[in-house]
């Protein structure tokens, strides 16, 4: 439910969208890049290690895959909220026209509102992010 390949898509199509934008605007959102390309390692690393443990277990679901819902929710809509912001306004019109022959950046431009406004939803489904956080901190973490 992490959903980590999908905000690696993301993330590669504002890599795309950066060259298009202003020098200062470019480094700015370079910097925030940046983070959430660290936050989805640390994303990646939490999934293999619940993967560890499930093959170590009886199967039992654990409640460790609630981190792994937040984070991945979290992550992807910030990366989605990155992807519109380098493509400004741009995109809302691109998600409107219909392009042919779309190269990487084009499809950056479509993808971006789509994924910003549908994304929106990720935090809903699968659990909402506080039901999330419940469970985090009753069976992870034993604060309730």
């Known amino acids: 439910i992490a959903r980590a390949g999908l905000t690696k898509v993301i993330l590669s199509q504002v890599h795309a969208s950066l060259a298009r934008c202003a020098p200062g605007k470019a480094e700015a959102l370079r910097r925030k890049l940046a983070l959430l390309e660290v936050e989805l390692l640390a994303l990646d690393a939490t999934q293999h290690r619940l993967l560890a443990r499930s093959a170590a ?10 981190i792994l819902k937040l984070m991945g929710s979290e992550v992807r809509q910030r990366a ?48 909402t992010s506080e039901i999330q956080k419940n469970i985090i901190a009753q069976a992870v973490l034993p604060l309730a």
């Open 80 to 127: 989605s909220e990155l992807l519109l912001e380098a493509c400004g306004e741009r995109a809302l019109v691109a998600a409107r026209a219909s392009v042919c022959e779309s190269s990487r950046h084009e499809e950056a431009l479509e993808r971006a509102a789509e994924s910003y406004f549908g994304l929106r939803a990720a935090s809903i489904y699968g659990g």
């Open 57 to 66: 277990s009886d199967g039992a679901v654990d409640p460790m895959s609630s």
